[in-house]
């Protein structure tokens, strides 16, 4: 008798035990599927963050134009223009189909591009 009260007890004890770890473990499971949610939200938050901030780079582009004898090179994003950079150069002394494509603009290239051709006019 004596060993089947103490099993008994033993099974109640085990059992609220289990119970307790259980609940916790519920409990600690919503937790963490909670702040999974949270670190999901923020990643999407990030991910926009940097897609937009992509778009904004893709979306600049440059463009040379004469500026003063020089060889203007501007920053196009959007509608918005501005002089990014000014490089000294005799324009008038470049080949006449040079000197009219930049009297126009030279426009819709990267900074690379951009950069690449003004070596090519002063070089």
Same mark, same amino acid.
Do not use: Q, W
């Given at each position: 008798m004596?060993?089947?009260?103490?099993?008994?007890?033993?099974?109640? !004890?085990?059992?609220?035990?289990?119970?307790?770890?259980?609940?916790?473990?519920? +409990?600690?499971?919503?937790?963490?599927?909670?702040?999974?949610?949270?670190?999901?939200?923020?990643?999407?938050?990030?991910?926009?963050?940097?897609?937009?901030?992509?778009?904004?780079?893709?979306?600049?582009?440059?463009? !040379?134009?004469?500026?003063?004898?020089?060889?203007?090179?501007y920053?196009v994003?959007?509608?918005?223009?501005? !002089?990014? $950079?000014?490089?000294? +150069? $005799?324009? +008038?002394?470049?080949?006449?189909?040079?000197?009219?494509?930049?009297?126009?603009?030279?426009?819709?290239?990267?900074? $690379?591009?951009?950069? !690449?051709?003004?070596? $090519?006019?002063?070089?």
């Amino acid at each position: 008798m004596k060993n089947k009260t103490i099993f008994i007890l033993c099974l109640i !004890l085990g059992a609220s035990a289990f119970s307790g770890t259980f609940t916790g473990f519920v +409990s600690g499971s919503h937790e963490l599927r909670r702040r999974n949610i949270e670190l999901s939200e923020a990643a999407k938050a990030e991910k926009t963050n940097v897609s937009e901030n992509k778009e904004a780079v893709l979306a600049t582009k440059y463009m !040379l134009k004469e500026k003063n004898g020089n060889i203007g090179l501007y920053r196009v994003t959007g509608e918005n223009i501005e !002089l990014y $950079d000014e490089y000294p +150069s $005799d324009v +008038s002394s470049l080949p006449e189909n040079d000197r009219i494509e930049l009297k126009k603009g030279i426009g819709d290239l990267t900074l $690379d591009e951009a950069l !690449l051709l003004i070596d $090519d006019f002063t070089g």
